[in-house]
């Protein structure tokens, strides 16, 4: 199975700041690589799908990059509503998430 | 509106069975592939099963081992999980999900059921 390496797994950020959260998978995934966002006692939420597709009404200041084994996600400038745990996610099959990272104030 | 509601979460002696079941809406079901995903307390995501729509293949998590049944009722636009002979570890919230079509991701997410595996 592929597995998914996110990192940090812990970020510490001040709104405004530029975030960038990595993910690596254990074998080529092409650019099947999804984005989700969650906050506490909520679904997860998709951001980004196809490593850099925004997902509709997610703002524009979330990108995602990456291919092959490399991805990114990029939140330009920080807001409050973004201190959430961000996961990424391989959809080919078996489906593998990545651990998680949370995005905290600083 | 797409809306998935869980329902069928409780408690569970290890061994036990439960069914979970979600009702979707706001979206032709039958024509989306469909995913049960799970989250421990204080854990992260991981995936359960998922049933293709256009070939009726479902696909499990290893840890499974032939312990859970996923189906699905397209008249009735409902999800089901089986799962038998649970364990501690498959205490989590589960959540029912929408593959979306084509180059998309899971892109609609239920609430959430919670289990509980405990004596």
């Known amino acids: 199975d592929i597995q998914m390496t996110q990192s940090p797994s812990t970020l510490s950020a001040s709104v405004g700041d530029r975030v960038t959260i990595t993910c690596r998978a254990s074998?080529?995934?092409?650019?099947?690589l999804a984005w989700y966002q969650q906050k506490p006692g909520k679904a997860p939420k998709l951001l980004i799908y196809?490593?850099?597709v925004l997902e509709s009404g997610v703002p524009s200041r979330f990108s995602g990059s990456g291919s092959g084994t490399e991805f990114t996600l990029t939140i330009s400038s920080l807001q409050p509503d973004d201190f959430a745990t961000y996961y990424c996610?391989?959809?080919?099959?078996?489906?593998?998430f990545g651990e998680g990272t949370k995005v905290e104030v600083k | 509106e797409v809306l998935l509601v869980e329902s069928g979460g409780g408690l569970v002696e290890p061994g036990g069975s439960l069914r979970l079941s979600c009702a979707a809406s706001g979206f032709t079901f039958s024509t989306y592939s469909m995913n049960w995903v799970r989250q421990a307390p204080g854990k992260g995501l991981e995936w359960v099963s998922t049933?293709?729509?256009?070939?009726?293949?479902?696909y499990y998590a290893d840890f499974v081992n032939g312990r859970f049944t996923m189906s699905r009722d397209n008249g009735k636009y409902s999800l089901y999980l089986q799962m038998n002979n649970l364990r501690v570890d498959d205490t989590a919230v589960y959540y029912c999900?929408?593959?979306?079509?084509?180059?998309?991701?899971?892109?609609?997410w239920g609430q959430g059921t919670l289990v509980t595996v405990s004596s």
């Open positions: 996610q391989q959809y080919n099959n078996p489906w593998t």
């Open positions: 074998q080529s995934i092409s650019s099947w």
């Open positions: 049933f293709v729509s256009w070939n009726n293949a479902i």
């Open positions: 999900v929408r593959y979306g079509y084509g180059e998309v991701a899971f892109d609609y």
């Open positions: 196809k490593a850099s």
